[in-house]
C-alpha cells in the first residue's frame, strides 16, 4: 500500500535536488568561503553536481533508504494490526489473542467478529487503568453478621448466640419472648468494628405492637440510636439507616410489646453498600508478568469483603487488554489488619481529651498499606487539641506495616483501644 521501489525514491530525490537553485541549496558566499572546491564546481557547472558519488548523491541515497524503510514498516501496521486491512495470517493471530474461532470463516466474517470483541474491551492496561477500574465497582448491601461475640443478654429468655448472630446456622432457634420492654441483646465486635446500615428480623408471625430499637456505642456505657423498626408481618421485617462511622458495639433493644408474641427468630445484620475507596498495584509481585491490587473498602476497617475481591478481579479481567504472550498473574487481595492500641499521656487545662480520640480515630483510620503510623502525629493531635504536654507510651516508636509482596501480605494499621492517661 505504501511501500516503493528504493531507485524510484532515489532518483526522485535526485531530480528535486537538481531543479534547485544554489540558494536554495546552500548560501553561495558561505559556500566560497567554507567550501571552495564545491563552490568553484557549480562556477563551471552551473548546476548541482549529483553524480554518483557526489555529495548530493550521497546525500539522496541515505534519505531515500530512510523513507524506504517508513513505509515498509507502514505497511506491515496495515498488514498486521488493523481488522480491516490485515492480511489472513495475522487476522488468525488475533483471532486466538481474543478468544474468537476462526476455522471455516472468511476473512469478511473474521474481521467483522473481531472488530465485535474488541469494541466491548476498554484500551489500556497500566497501573492507573487497574486502580480506576477498581475504583468503578461497588456492591449492595453486605451481610456482616458477627460469627460470635454476644456481650449481654437483658430480658431474653432462650437467647443462642450461634442462631441470633449467624444467620448461616442450622438451628435458628432464637427466641425473643421478653417478658417485658427494655430488653436488649448487645454484641462486642471488638478489633472489626462495623458500620452496620440495615437489620432483618425474622417474626414467627403477623405482628402489630411489638417495637425495637437499634443502637451502638464505642464504650459500652454512651448508646446512640440509629433506627426504629415495629415488625408487623410474618418472615422478615427490615430496616436501614445512615451512618458515618464504624462503631464496636451495636445492641437490639425490645421498646415494647404486647407480650403475646409472635416473637424474632433470626436477625440479620447488613453494611452497605461497599466500594472501592483506594488501591495500590504492585507489579511483578509474585514475578514476572505477574501484579498484585490490593483494594481498601469503605467498610470493616477498610477490609474488603471476599465478594468485593472477586467482582474487582472480574472487573480487572473484563477490562484488561489481551496481549499475545501475556501471562495473567494478577492476585486482587485486600489487607491484613494491624490494630494498635495507643496510650497518650500528658495535661493540659483546655485539653479536650473526647476530641483528641476522635481525631486519632479519623487519623489512623485513613491510613493505607504499608502507611507508617507516625507517634510525631498523634503528639501533634493531643497539641492541637488543648494539651500543654503530650507524650505517646504506647507504641514505643512508630509502626511501619509489613509489606511482603512475594507471600501476598499487604498490613494496615488502624487503631485498638485509645487511652489518654
Known amino acids: 500500500m505504501f511501500a516503493r521501489d528504493f531507485n524510484e525514491l532515489l532518483n526522485t530525490i535526485l531530480t528535486m535536488y537538481k531543479n534547485m537553485t544554489p540558494i536554495e541549496m546552500l548560501d553561495v ?12 564546481a557549480y562556477l ?55 478468544g474468537v474461532i476462526s476455522t471455516g470463516k472468511t476473512d469478511v466474517l473474521l474481521a467483522a467478529e473481531l472488530k465485535a470483541k474488541k469494541s466491548g474491551r476498554k484500551m489500556g492496561g497500566n ?12 456492591l449492595d448491601y453486605v451481610v456482616a453478621n458477627p460469627a460470635s461475640g454476644q456481650l449481654t443478654n437483658d430480658g431474653f429468655a432462650e437467647f443462642t448466640a450461634a442462631a441470633c448472630i449467624d444467620s448461616a446456622t442450622v438451628a435458628k432457634a432464637w427466641s425473643t419472648d421478653a417478658i417485658e420492654a427494655g430488653a436488649s441483646i448487645s454484641i ?12 432483618r428480623l425474622f417474626l414467627s408471625g403477623a ?36 451512618i458515618n462511622a464504624a462503631h464496636r458495639y451495636w445492641k437490639l433493644t425490645l421498646t415494647s410489646t404486647d407480650l403475646s408474641g409472635p416473637f424474632v427468630t433470626e436477625m440479620e445484620w447488613s453494611e452497605g453498600p461497599e466500594r472501592v475507596v483506594d488501591a495500590l498495584v504492585y507489579p511483578l509481585a509474585q514475578g514476572e508478568g505477574t501484579f498484585d491490587v490490593v483494594i481498601i473498602s469503605n467498610l470493616a476497617r477498610g477490609i474488603a469483603s471476599q465478594d468485593l475481591l472477586d467482582a474487582v478481579y472480574a472487573k480487572l479481567d473484563e477490562n484488561r487488554p489481551v496481549v499475545a ?5 494478577l492476585r486482587v487481595l485486600t489487607g491484613q489488619l494491624v490494630c494498635q492500641d495507643i496510650v497518650i499521656t500528658g495535661s493540659g487545662v483546655n485539653w479536650d481529651t473526647e476530641k483528641t480520640v476522635e481525631d486519632i480515630f479519623a487519623y489512623t483510620e485513613l491510613l493505607t498499606i504499608g502507611q507508617t503510623l507516625y507517634l510525631a502525629q498523634l ?9 500543654e504536654t503530650a507524650l505517646v507510651t504506647s507504641p514505643a516508636a512508630d509502626i511501619t506495616p509489613l509489606v511482603n509482596e512475594a507471600a501476598g501480605i499487604y498490613q494496615v494499621i488502624r487503631p485498638g483501644d485509645v487511652t489518654i492517661a
Open 127 to 138: 497501573r492507573y487503568d487497574y486502580i480506576d477500574w477498581a475504583k468503578e465497582v461497588s
Open 29 to 40: 558566499m558561505k559556500l566560497k568561503q567554507e567550501r571552495p572546491e564545491i563552490y568553484a
Open 207 to 242: 405482628e402489630s405492637e411489638t417495637a425495637y430499637e437499634i443502637s451502638f456505642s464505642d464504650n459500652k456505657t454512651d448508646w446512640t440510636v440509629a433506627a426504629q423498626i415495629t415488625p408487623a408481618l410474618a418472615g422478615w421485617n427490615e430496616v436501614s439507616w445512615t
Open 325 to 329: 504472550g501475556f501471562s495473567w498473574g
Open 188 to 199: 462486642d465486635l471488638e478489633l472489626i468494628r462495623r458500620a452496620y446500615t440495615k437489620l
Open 379 to 387: 503528639q501533634s493531635i493531643a497539641i492541637q487539641n488543648g494539651a
Open 44 to 98: 563551471t557547472q552551473a548546476r548541482p553536481d549529483c553524480s554518483e558519488g557526489s555529495i548530493l548523491f550521497m546525500r539522496a541515497a541515505a534519505l531515500a533508504s530512510m523513507i524506504y524503510g517508513i513505509l515498509k514498516s507502514a505497511d506491515k501496521v496495515v498488514d498486521q494490526f488493523f481488522v480491516d486491512t490485515a492480511i489472513r495470517k495475522y487476522l488468525e493471530r488475533q483471532a486466538a489473542d481474543y
